[in-house]
């Protein structure tokens, strides 16, 4: 007898040998033992998981010949009937490839036929398999046959995409899907068949092939066929590895490594070791995404072993070498390297893309996750609340040389708030005028006595960058100024309406900022003081009168100083105009 | 056509040849195998080595195993039938055209019922694999799973992934890689007559494709590979006349185009490499490594990423209808990006 491969050897005979298709064969058992069989069936799955062979066995239960009446659960295998369908001779059993035989002449020869009683069984049985091959016109001329068969007749379809069957078909069948069979189930299934055999293969071996089958009973054999061939009948891990072209998780770890440690050279090195060994590049990388996503898993999840389909001390493995890297960071290498899975076709050679990717991958900087940011950026936000003074702008001594110089100058000969760009608010536009150039605190001594001016820009500052603050702080009146070694102390008297106000100013998350503000306009720490004004309406008059006379003083004088201002001088005299208005913006 | 070769002849391949030398050994030999890899690296070679052993009628006698070795005695009728391509228990497919058709399947079907006249076992081996079409994949599924007695096919394909993943499941997958530079080499020098730099530069830049390397013109390989990196000197790429005035042959057709590519894509890769290994020896281009580190010192690595980005975006674009000198100054303007540190100048009138 000529040598054959496992799958067709092992091809199961009853319906309990099938592999991980309980749901069937439960289904199918029953309904022969209630004597309800269904004259059309339809089998659709992935490669390899027992179509076929489940048509047999199907067909073998119908026509058993030993079982003494109708059919039977559990064919005898011993019968003419039985074995004639193992070996694939039967009269009454009719095994057509669908892909072979896909015209309509071939299922006009098909209807002529079901019409003949079966020759020694009880049932003409006709497995048509990739069926999803016949043409259109092939499936519509099987409608009617398919509808109503003589009661003699059962069709079995088998196909992997039975998205290809037309609606009709389906729904003249019973339909059943057949499942990818799970790792458990191959590693038990391969466990008795090397049993039988005779064949060492260690339980990590076993794992490896379940694995590399990816769902499939056939490939799973395929490959045991193949390292047995390799090796005879003691295999060891290494000669799995080679027929299954892993690279082993000693390569896989030693790149992850290299790459989280950015060792460039180290990683490449390792591409070129997987030459030598004759791994497959294709493979490997989509070994490394599997190993990428572990470590993702074991980072972010509570219980990694639910979720990784390795044994424990690989998990453990692999939760200490996701200790090291960031969630962030994983994702990008997973990104990285499922970009180079795609780029292997049409790429010149499949080692550079590798080799690309791993440079790629030790480039990446190391990500902070977006919670730290977060806090960086609040902590930021907090140092400048309370004062632009401290230093968060390292970097900016290098950038500034490089910046435009159109408008620096603006920015920097502005003498009051220094280095403005490090402060939460932009200098206004009046601070930032030429004219002020040397005038450093003029006002305070100046009309009233009191800093009227500092606080118009105060309260104009703040309706820039916070208008409803800016709009309370308006509303304030300045009653007082103490000059102070430390610190100076500014009163501000608010009337019995604006009392809201005079609360909010008070608030604590208020008077950060406004303290900050004061202190920049002041050039020193100012501490600002509400108090409550209780006056009568005459007063009230009174003080609007004085707050606008304020007011008019200020705008003279900086109509003062811009008219005495030799630019604008120089400009009248050049271009010959007079000056009609002076806005202070 | 002939086809003289043996196990021993073949170079490389050290894995898939103890594998189906294995299979011969142990007479388990599987009905249905698919050789994958590169194109042009012995694949095919190989499937007919290991079917000529599998046919030998006088194989040597291995004293060690007392069987008979798996290799192939090269004189007797069935082996000199094979070197002459004409034994009768051997069939050769190749796609007709574009595509591997159903007529074609249908004939291997047919042949392969009949009994195998000299030898134990008919073999039929299918090069292009990936080139069945739907009608002839699908038809081939019930023979690929369950063939007549004493059959063995081989489907050889540089594209595995193209083939049905049921067509796949039903055979013993035999991965093949190129063979290294270093193995090239002395088989090059042993049977090619040419001088051992041009033996040198022949193994490097066939990449270990052997069906190349054995017939390549060295100084042809040179000539246009040096053609496709003075487009890249930076002199020319600073300047945008001579940028736009890329030799037109480059990318006048879809295959030179595609030729330009991978030797740029060869070339940056050099770069890149050289960057941050020190040892040569694993450059390409290990002729003119000093104008490979010349590079290295000035472009940055990002900038290369970029480009070979690019290059891999393009060339899965290049297959459509698209025009070709257009592809190739996309490439040449970002490796500009890349090369030149000043801006470009305006359009010098000439």
Redesign the interface.
């Known amino acids: 007898m000529d040598y054959q491969v496992s799958a067709r050897k092992w091809r199961p005979q009853t319906f309990e040998e099938v592999v991980g298709q309980v749901h069937v064969a439960r289904t199918l058992t029953n309904a022969i033992r209630q004597g309800r069989i269904a004259h059309a069936y339809l089998f659709s799955g992935m490669r390899g998981v027992g179509k076929t062979t489940m048509a047999r066995i199907l067909a073998k239960s119908l026509n058993c010949a030993s079982a003494s009446n109708g059919p039977t659960v559990a064919p005898c295998q011993t019968c003419p009937s039985c074995l004639s369908i193992t070996s694939g001779h039967s009269p009454d059993v009719v095994e057509i490839d669908g892909a072979s035989n896909r015209g309509i002449d071939e299922v006009r020869e098909l209807r002529e036929a079901v019409k003949y009683a079966p020759m020694a069984g009880k049932y003409r049985v006709y497995i048509i398999d990739e069926v999803h091959m016949l043409t259109k016109e092939a499936f519509n001329a099987l409608l009617k046959t398919l509808e109503e068969p003589p009661s003699h007749v059962v069709f079995i379809f088998a196909t992997t995409e039975d998205h290809k069957i037309p609606s009709t078909i389906l729904s003249r069948c019973q339909h059943f899907h057949f499942k990818r069979i799970t790792r458990q189930e191959i590693i038990a299934q391969l466990e008795r068949i090397i049993r039988e055999e005779g064949i060492r293969i260690t339980g990590q071996g076993l794992g490896l092939i379940a694995k590399a089958a990816d769902g499939s009973l056939r490939d799973a054999l395929s490959f045991l066929d193949q390292v047995v061939a390799y090796s005879g009948k003691e295999v060891n891990d290494q000669d799995l590895q080679v027929i299954l072209g892993t690279a082993g998780r000693g390569p896989l770890m030693a790149m992850v490594k290299a790459i989280l440690e950015r060792k460039t050279a180290e990683a490449l090195r390792i591409v070129k070791e997987l030459a030598d060994e004759g791994q497959d590049y294709r493979q490997f990388t989509s070994e490394l995404l599997e190993y990428i996503r572990h470590l993702v898993i074991a980072k972010s999840s509570t219980a990694p072993e639910e979720l990784i389909d390795l044994p424990s001390e690989e998990v453990e493995e692999i939760r200490q070498l996701s200790a090291s890297a960031g969630v962030e960071e994983l994702q990008r290498l997973f990104g990285i390297f499922s970009l180079a899975l795609e780029s292997f076709r049409g790429a010149v050679h499949p080692g550079f893309v590798l080799e690309m990717a791993v440079i790629r991958a030790t480039r990446i900087q190391p990500l902070e996750s977006f919670e730290k940011l977060l806090e960086r950026f609040h902590l930021l936000e907090r140092m400048l609340g309370e004062g632009g003074d401290r230093d968060l702008t390292g970097p900016r001594a290098e950038v500034a040389p490089d910046a435009p110089a159109v408008n620096a100058p603006a920015i920097k000969t502005d003498p009051l708030t220094g280095s403005a760009t490090a402060s939460a608010f932009k200098p206004g536009p009046s601070e930032s005028a030429p004219v002020k150039a040397g005038q450093e605190n003029p006002e305070r001594s100046a009309g009233t006595g009191l800093p009227m001016e500092q606080w118009s820009r105060v309260v104009k500052r703040f309706l820039q960058e916070k208008p409803n603050l800016g709009s309370y702080l308006e509303k304030g009146i300045v009653q007082e100024w103490i000059a102070g070694d430390a610190k100076d102390v500014l009163v501000i008297g608010y009337d019995e309406g604006a009392a809201f106000f005079a609360e909010y100013i008070q608030k604590e998350e208020s008077r950060p900022i406004v303290a900050s503000a004061l202190r920049e306009v002041f050039q020193r720490p100012v501490e600002l003081k509400v108090v409550r004004l209780e006056r009568s309406a005459h007063e009230q008059q009174q003080l609007q009168l004085k707050k606008d006379q304020q007011e008019r003083q200020h705008r003279q004088r900086i109509q003062q100083e811009t008219m005495a201002h030799p630019l604008l001088k120089e400009a009248l005299n050049i271009l010959g105009g007079e000056v009609i208005d002076i806005k202070d913006a | 056509m002939s086809l003289e070769t043996s196990f021993e002849m073949i170079l490389g391949h ?2 898939p040849k ?2 189906l030398k ?2 011969l050994a ?6 249905a195998y698919v050789f994958h890899g ?1 194109a042009h690296i012995g694949k095919f070679m190989t499937a007919v080595a290991f079917a000529k052993t599998g046919l030998c009628a006088d194989p040597p006698f291995d004293q060690s195993s007392g069987r008979p070795a798996p290799t192939s005695c090269n004189c007797c009728r069935s082996c000199r039938a094979i070197d002459s391509g004409s034994h009768p228990d051997i069939r050769l497919i190749r796609p007709d055209g574009a595509q591997i058709k159903i007529d074609q399947i ?1 004939e291997v ?1 047919d042949a392969l019922s009949y009994k195998s006249l000299i030898g134990t076992r008919k073999w039929c081996v299918i090069d292009d694999a990936d080139a069945l079409n ?2 002839a994949a ?5 023979t690929l ?2 063939p007549p ?2 059959s063995v096919l081989i489907l050889i394909t540089a ?1 595995p ?1 193209a083939l049905l ?2 067509i796949r ?5 035999v ?1 093949f ?2 063979p ?1 530079q270093q193995d090239l080499l002395p088989w090059l020098q042993k049977h090619r007559a040419i001088a051992p730099t041009e033996a040198q530069l022949l193994a490097a830049l066939s ?1 270990g494709r052997i069906g190349i390397a054995a017939e390549a013109d060295p100084a042809v390989l040179r000539r246009e590979r040096d053609r496709v990196l003075e487009a890249l000197a930076p002199e020319r790429l600073g300047n945008p006349s001579d940028l736009f005035n890329e030799p037109e042959d480059l990318a006048a057709t879809q295959e030179q185009l595609s030729k330009t590519l ?1 030797t740029i ?2 070339w940056l ?1 050099d770069v ?2 050289g960057r ?3 040892e040569p020896s ?1 450059l390409i281009n290990q002729d003119i490594h000093d104008r490979i580190s010349a590079w290295s010192r000035t472009v940055s ?2 900038q290369i ?1 970029e480009a ?1 980005t690019l290059i ?1 975006l393009l ?2 674009a290049a297959p459509r209808n698209i025009n070709h000198a257009l592809v190739l100054e996309t490439v040449l303007l970002e490796l500009r990006d890349a090369v030149v540190r000043e801006p470009a100048p305006g359009l010098k009138p000439n």
Do not use: Y
């Not at chain 2, 699908?138 to 019930?142: D, I, M, T």
């Open positions: 050290a894995h103890a594998i294995a299979a142990s007479g388990r030999v599987a009905h590169e249908r079907q739907p009608e699908n038809r081939f599924l019930k799973e369950e007695d004493h594209r992934q993943p049921t499941s039903r055979c013993h997958a991965r890689h190129p290294s990449l991978d894509e060869i890769r890149l490499i941050h290994l020190p694993l690595t990002d990423l070979l891999h060339k899965r």
